[in-house]
């Protein structure tokens, strides 16, 4: 008995309306709008797996019904012989398009997986490559400059002479020890 799995990719069926094809989505799995988002980011999602084929094909003709276009994949097929439906070509979003003025030459246009990630797709940052291994990325340090200090006020004492230590005193005389004897 072969076993089937039921995978989305953001496609809809033709003549479909994004905004009703994710609240239909929404009804349906009984998910908030960020779960729906990650369904539409264009990544392949395994919605269900371990099916039989009667539930394979009411899940596949629930899912159109509500203008999402699945796969129904038999699970014990190899590989080799699944023939994956091509990716939906990537379109940029019409308000990209026009804040850039069309000039995106040279500029890969990706789209965003997720609604978090739609926040950066405007931003224009640097191509920072990949280091070889080893390679140094600290910035090199500037040679450290030696204090100027001003020294003219001091003057050096000529050798042997006496700087101003106080003298030690006396040492006291040893006590007087006469007194005293060793007993045996």
């Known amino acids: 008995m072969s076993r089937y799995e039921i995978a989305f990719s953001g496609q809809l069926v033709p ?5 009703l094809v994710k609240a239909n989505m929404a009804k349906l799995f009984q998910a908030d ?35 999402a276009r699945v796969e129904v994949i038999d699970m014990d097929m190899p590989i ?23 000039a995106t030459a040279g500029r890969l246009q990706v789209a ?12 224009d940052a640097p191509d920072f490559g990949i280091a070889p291994v080893g390679a140094d990325l600290q ?6 400059e ?14 042997g002479s006496d700087m101003g230590q106080a003298k030690a005193d006396a040492a006291a005389p040893p006590p007087d020890t006469s007194h005293l004897k060793l007993q045996e």
């Open 146 to 159: 030696a204090p100027r200090v001003d020294l003219s006020q001091f003057s050096l004492a000529p050798v």
């Open 33 to 67: 709008a960020q779960r729906i988002a990650q369904l539409f980011s264009g990544r392949r999602i395994v919605i269900k797996n371990n099916l039989d084929a009667a539930a394979a094909e009411k899940y596949r003709s629930t899912l159109e019904r509500a203008g």
């Open 139 to 144: 910035d090199a340090k500037p040679d450290a």
């Open 80 to 102: 080799e012989e699944v023939e994956l439906a091509p990716p939906p070509p990537a379109e940029p979003a019409p308000a990209a398009a026009a804040a850039s003025g069309g």
């Open 112 to 123: 965003p997986r997720d609604e978090y990630m739609a926040a950066f797709s405007e931003v």
């Open 15 to 19: 003549g479909a309306q994004l905004e």
